[in-house]
């Protein structure tokens, strides 16, 4: 997904020097979870000492996702001490929910489908941060919940050493970060918001539509063969008719 200027979110998220509960529990509610089949822990006291939040807009139905999942995590590892990731899930039902964040280290979001409150907070999130397509990663400030990056899907996956994964861990702590109301989104993403990308989803998401299109690919290929092979015949009886 290329940078592009975007209108401003209407949402604005409250901060202060001495609250951090004020733009946290805002935004995430009053806990998240850190296990699956949990009650979660406070949202305040779960981010605390952190220097970075990173939401994770992710899903277990998406191959995409499943692929970077692992790259993260290594990342995540080595830079915990400064960065909490939060989990914001797209899957439907406990069972997709619960195998997929097991597997990860980190914090998640009480996923959408639980309540219609939890489904109003995800909806937020998603249109404040204009997530067009997952995975996506958006990093902001931990004090203040100001904007940094929501490019840090590709940023990662660029960090492929130690060295550069510490370059990337400082290159958004000294990242002058801005108000969500402010900030120009559309840089992250990698592309999974593209047209293309929404119409592989789509299909993978619905096996019985892939086998019909693969059913009309391979006929029309055939017909254009047919046609290719009348074109032929068609050339060569001309040329016998000139001799």
């Known amino acids: 997904m ?19 509960e004020d ?26 000492g952190k220097k ?10 998406c191959p995409p996702c499943k692929a970077f999942s692992p790259k993260l995590i290594e990342f ?28 990860m280290p980190w914090l998640a979001l009480i996923p959408g489908y639980t309540s219609q409150e939890a489904r109003d907070r995800q909806a937020k999130l998603a249109e404040m941060f204009q997530i067009g ?14 904007f940094i990056s929501d490019n840090a899907r590709t940023e990662v996956m660029q ?39 929404q119409i592989t989803m789509f299909f993978m998401r619905r096996p019985a539509y892939m086998l019909g ?5 391979r006929r029309f290929l055939k017909y254009l063969e047919r046609l290719g092979s009348e074109d032929d015949e068609a050339d060569v009886g001309v040329e016998e008719k000139e001799l």
């Open 76 to 103: 995540y590892d080595s830079c915990k001490d400064d960065l909490e990731v939060i989990f914001v899930s797209s899957d439907r039902d406990d069972a997709s929910f619960n195998g997929y964040f097991e597997k």
């Open 23 to 48: 733009w946290s529990t805002t935004l995430f509610g009053p806990k998240l979870l850190t296990r699956p089949k949990t009650t979660g822990v406070p949202t305040l006291s779960s981010l605390r």
């Open 2 to 20: 290329t940078s592009h200027p975007s209108s401003r979110s209407k949402a604005s998220v409250k901060s202060s020097n001495s609250g951090e």
């Open 133 to 146: 397509g997952i995975p996506s990663v958006i990093v902001l400030d931990a004090k203040t919940g100001h």
């Open 52 to 61: 970075l939040v990173a939401l994770y807009f992710s899903a277990s139905w």
């Open 159 to 197: 960090a492929t050493n130690e060295s550069s994964k510490n370059e990337l861990l400082q290159s958004w702590l000294e990242k002058e970060a801005v108000p969500i109301e402010q900030a120009v989104l559309g840089a992250g993403g990698g592309g999974e918001g593209s047209l293309l990308y």
């Open 213 to 217: 299109l693969y059913y009309f690919g």
